[in-house]
Structures are given as structure tokens and as C-alpha cells.
């Protein structure tokens, strides 16, 4: 069992930024990739950003250049650092959490904070 909370969304012009924060707390063992996804209204969840416990990072191309994604294994704890934010990231973003052993793979969902940007 694992509960992931984030913080840091908010409201913010074009070109503000945001800091995202996503801490885990439960089971610790066989943490894998954490990450980032966001849902815009009346839109699929789409990938933002992860990163393996090994630090191998991937972005989704619509935020490669202006987010950057890091990681705190000691804490448990995952980032996102959003800069130079456009009306087009404004959705709810929502922390990922896989958790693995030799045999299982389990996937975990945070709540889900609210990023909106206006113009």
C-alpha cells in the first residue's frame, strides 16, 4: 500500500512557474518510477514526465524544454518544475507512483492538484 500526495498547484499568468511536489508514504520496498500525468478537461491523461529510480528521465515533447522532473529517493519524493507555463498546460496533474518486485508490478495514482494558466 502506497499513498501519494501532491502540492503545489495553483494559478499562474503565461511564463509564470510552478513547483510540483508528490511524497509517498507507506510501503517503501521496490519503488520504481515515479512521475507526472495531467488531464485537461474533456481530454485522455497524458504523460508529463517520469523518472526510473536509476534516474533515466522521459518528457513528453510539449514540456521537454520547460519542465524539469527530479527525485529524492531518500524521501520518497518526486518534483516538477514548470517554467515558462502556457494556457495549453493548464489541467490537473496528477503524481504516479510504480511499485515492483521480481514477479509483480503495482501502479499508484495520487489526487490529482490543479495547475490552471491563464493569458
Known amino acids: 500500500q502506497v499513498q501519494l500526495v501532491e502540492s503545489g498547484g495553483g494559478l499562474v499568468q503565461a511564463g509564470g512557474s510552478l513547483r510540483l511536489s508528490c511524497a509517498a508514504s507507506?510501503?517503501?520496498?521496490?519503488?520504481?518510477?515515479m512521475g507526472w500525468y495531467r488531464q485537461a478537461p474533456g481530454k485522455q491523461r497524458e504523460l508529463v514526465a517520469t523518472?526510473?529510480?536509476?534516474?533515466?528521465?522521459n518528457y513528453a515533447d510539449a514540456v521537454k524544454v520547460r519542465f524539469t522532473i527530479s527525485r529524492d529517493n531518500a524521501k520518497h519524493t518526486v518534483y516538477l518544475q514548470m517554467n515558462s507555463l502556457q494556457p495549453e498546460d493548464t489541467a490537473t496533474y496528477y503524481c504516479?507512483?510504480?511499485?515492483?518486485?521480481?514477479?509483480?508490478?503495482?501502479?499508484?495514482w495520487g489526487q490529482g492538484t490543479q495547475v490552471t494558466v491563464t493569458s
Open positions: 504516479y507512483l510504480n511499485r515492483s518486485g521480481r514477479m509483480w508490478s503495482r501502479d499508484y
Open positions: 507507506g510501503s517503501a520496498f521496490g519503488i520504481n518510477a
Open positions: 523518472v526510473s529510480s536509476g534516474g533515466t528521465i
